[in-house]
Nanobody, 134 residues
């Protein structure tokens, strides 16, 4: 059973920053595409960023247009943790944030029309709430 454990959500004023963390097992960390997503009530889950190790220190990452330039996805291989650094936060960023992983050896979904699909991701964390005040 693959488990993803998120942390780091909270409340900050607009313009502030937060860093989310997602810890996962070694095999998932090395072999799967991992991503960050968010969802607000009544809306579909939105893909934000993806990350995948290709080989050695070579990796792939990409972003949805909605967060490009403000959010950064990165990983720490020493503790199998993926992060999402979120800067210049806006009230529209208020949502439940989730990390997720695909099956092993799956490619990350391509960014199409500025968005990242969710169907390839089969393992999900419990979510962490991010609230940005105006």
């Amino acid at each position: 059973q693959v488990q993803l454990v998120e942390s780091g959500g909270g409340s900050v004023p607009a313009g502030g920053s937060l860093r989310l963390s997602c810890q996962v097992d070694e095999n998932t960390f090395n072999d799967a595409c991992m991503g960050w997503f968010r969802q607000t009530p009544g809306k579909e889950r939105e893909g934000l960023a993806t990350f995948r190790t290709l080989y050695g220190n070579t990796y792939f990452h990409d972003y949805a247009d909605s967060v490009k330039g403000r959010f950064t996805i990165f990983r720490d291989s020493d503790n199998y943790t993926m992060y999402l650094q979120m800067n210049k936060l806006e009230p529209e960023d208020t949502a439940m944030y989730y990390c997720a992983a695909t099956r092993p050896y799956a490619a990350c979904p391509k960014v199409l029309s500025g968005t990242i699909g969710t169907s390839e991701f089969i393992h999900w964390g419990q979510g962490t709430q991010v609230t940005i005040s105006a």
